[in-house]
């Protein structure tokens, strides 16, 4: 049962109400046009999980879209995370188009797209460090310790993906 469903994410709003604002020749509007395209690609890609979440059995998956949880002085994000009573399912979700490279000797994500690389955060150094958070935060809030396992999910079927 999804009990938090996924909202258009403040950034998006924010960066759309900027551009509603920039004359149509502002020197930064490129760059937030960019960033705003990026974003929204980001929360489709979330958005399109919804359809295979909803074959979860409801009375044993609780579903929370983009939870933010304090940690030390500042805050972590998850795209998405599951309950269950056996264990916590956290999902990190990448719409990415093109080729992913995952290599993890250098830990790094390589996007090969119209001809252009570029190279992003590993994506399993960021599940992980969210474990370590998430799992401090049950133990800080004296909530029952349950197995966390964290998955990257590649949300657009189109992508090819390969590993070093």
Known sequence: MIVKPIQVPLIIKKLEALLRRLPPNHPKRPIIEKELASRFKGYRGEQSLD??????????????????????????????????????????????????????THQQLIRTHEGKEEGFAYPFIQIQRHKKLLTEWLTKNRLPPLPIECLVVISSPRTIIRTK
Do not use: C, W
């Not at 044993?60 to 972590?76: E, G, K, M, V, Y």
């Open 51 to 104: 359809f295979y979440l909803q074959e979860l059995p409801s009375k044993d998956h609780l579903i929370l879209h983009d939870i933010r949880l304090p940690a030390l002085n500042s805050q972590f994000q998850m795209d998405l995370l599951i309950l269950t009573p056996y264990y916590l399912l956290n999902l990190e979700v990448k719409n990415f188009s093109g080729s992913l490279l995952f290599d993890e």
